[in-house]
């Protein structure tokens, strides 16, 4: 068949590379209140199809990230929250197949 289908699950690992305030020279734990996480834990779930076009595969799909640690806390005044990152992505590639 020239479409093949799949799925994927697991975990991930994310690591902080920056974190800017807009409109600031600061970074965001140089706000008051404000408190990053360097590190980030959570899960992908996705899905897509690869279609064979000869030496060629075309490959596309959609995922989920959903993240369970904190990686970031509020703090000012009487308001006190936190928040977890979650990402939805489409994506689209093409390889060469090599070998048989």
Do not use: M, W
């Amino acid at each position: 068949l020239p479409l093949a289908p799949h799925v994927y699950a697991g975990p991930y690992l994310g690591l902080q590379v920056d974190c800017t305030v807009q409109g600031s020279r600061g970074e965001c734990n140089d706000v008051p209140g404000v408190n990053t996480k360097t590190v980030d834990v959570g899960g992908i779930a996705g899905g897509g199809v690869d279609l064979s076009l000869g030496g060629l595969v075309f490959t596309a799909g959609a995922r989920y990230e959903f993240g369970v640690s904190k990686v970031v806390e509020f703090n000012s005044s009487n308001v006190r929250e936190s928040a977890r990152n979650g990402t939805f992505a489409l994506y689209a590639g093409l390889s060469v197949k090599l070998g048989r």
